[in-house]
């Protein structure tokens, strides 16, 4: 038996959804489920449009063609994020310009943010790293200095909040993904949220191959099948249902992994999952920093977890130092938080022993090894 860092919870209401589906025959992008999941995840993250989507990659690109972003352009991301941010403003031509993290809440440093700023920048894509939220007033006020667009990646934070309003409520576009560890999911899904009727009317035509609506196979610029299916949505619906329920389990399993582990952070040897005053975090991933102090490395640690059978992930490597990014700069805070962190297991599913099997275990691991690697000093 291994336990997960993240596997889906899906159940009898998401099947009873599918199967509506099928035998209505609407098993492609038309059908009831994909309006109403469209509506229903706008709403619930308080934004009129939503523009449901094949996964959360083509969410972003969506956004940015719609946006207009193009060759030349440059659009502003934090390194420490997952390629797909970074990707898909290479794939509208634009350069994508990297910003440093916070060294407290590890998402984009806001404060980094204006030394970046060309004549090219259009658009700044902060991203709700592993569940908490960006420091959105700071973003906002930066975006409207300079004219702007934003765009959130909200992919790994659905439901998270920033002084108490949803993300992907702040941003001209913000963009999820449904992936099978996401938040909830629709197999593979993403969609776009807009308060703009306009853009999302862009979206949708670009979505669908920029077909003009009043002439049939009339097209006046080049546009993609980035369509969700009736199937995706049914599944969706039924999981956005249980949105607040993932929520409430993630935060409970975060509050135990804090209170258990906080010996540890006191020792100095790990550093545990932030939340700042002003955010609630979703904990999409409970994530901590293995110390230096620790004395075992990030990756030795991950190794004897894994040993017993508790799947760990390493955090993203930042972007500028993937090989068609490398831009021969230090970004110091998010290489060093690349360095020392790791997601622990946070599934919905987890039980209080599985829990308590993982928390043993962490101990086990660093306490142990601290030990056997003082002798030497
Ligand atoms: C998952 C993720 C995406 C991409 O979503 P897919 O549905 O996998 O294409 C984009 N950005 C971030 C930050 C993500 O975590």
Redesign the pocket.
């Known amino acids: 038996m291994r336990i997960p860092v993240a596997e889906p919870c899906i159940g009898d209401e998401e099947l009873k959804n599918v199967i509506e589906a099928v035998k209505s025959g609407w098993i492609s992008s038309k059908g009831k489920f994909i309006e109403e999941f469209e509506r229903e995840f706008a709403k619930y993250c308080g934004v009129k449009y939503g523009v449901a989507t094949a ?3 083509v969410a ?1 690109h969506l956004a940015l063609k719609a946006l207009g972003i193009g060759k030349g352009d440059e659009v502003i991301v934090p390194t420490l ?2 390629v ?2 970074a990707n898909t403003v290479t794939y509208c031509g634009a350069n994508p310009i990297f910003v440093d993290s916070h060294p407290e809440y590890w998402c984009i440093n806001p404060e980094k943010i204006e030394e970046k700023i060309t004549p090219r920048t259009k658009a700044i894509i902060p ?1 709700h790293l592993y569940g908490h939220p960006c420091n959105m007033d700071r973003i906002m006020e930066i975006a409207r200095n300079y004219n702007l667009y934003v765009i959130e ?1 909200a ?2 934070a659905h439901g998270a909040e920033y002084k108490g309003r949803k993300v992907g409520s702040f941003g001209d576009i913000s963009c999820f ?3 099978g560890n ?1 938040m909830i999911t629709t197999g ?3 969609m776009c949220l807009t308060n703009n009727e306009e853009l999302a009317e862009r979206m949708r035509n670009l979505r669908d191959h920029a077909m003009s609506k009043n002439r049939k196979y009339w097209h006046e610029t080049i546009g993609f099948n980035y369509r969700m299916t009736n199937l995706q949505a049914a599944v969706g619906v039924a999981q956005l249902k249980k949105l607040d329920e993932f929520i409430e389990k993630k935060r409970r399993i975060a509050k135990w992994y804090s209170e258990e582990l906080k010996d540890l952070e006191d020792k100095g040897l790990i550093k545990l999952h932030p939340e700042m005053p002003w955010a609630k975090c979703v904990y999409w991933m409970y994530s901590i920093l293995i110390e230096d102090k620790a004395k075992i490395c990030r990756d030795e640690f991950m190794k004897r977890l894994e040993k017993i059978g508790i799947e760990t992930r390493p955090f993203f490597v930042p972007m500028h130092l993937l090989p068609m990014y490398n831009s021969r700069e230090r970004l110091p805070i998010a290489e060093d938080l690349a360095r020392k962190g790791i997601n622990l297991p946070s599934s919905v599913t987890l039980d209080k022993s599985q829990m308590t099997f993982i928390i043993q275990n962490i101990f086990n691991v660093i306490i142990n090894e601290n030990s056997i690697y003082s002798s030497h000093f």
Request: hydrophobic letters at 30%.
């Open positions: 996964n959360g990659t972003l994020t997952f797909a941010t991203v990646d992919a790994e993904s449904f992936y996401k593979e899904g993403g």
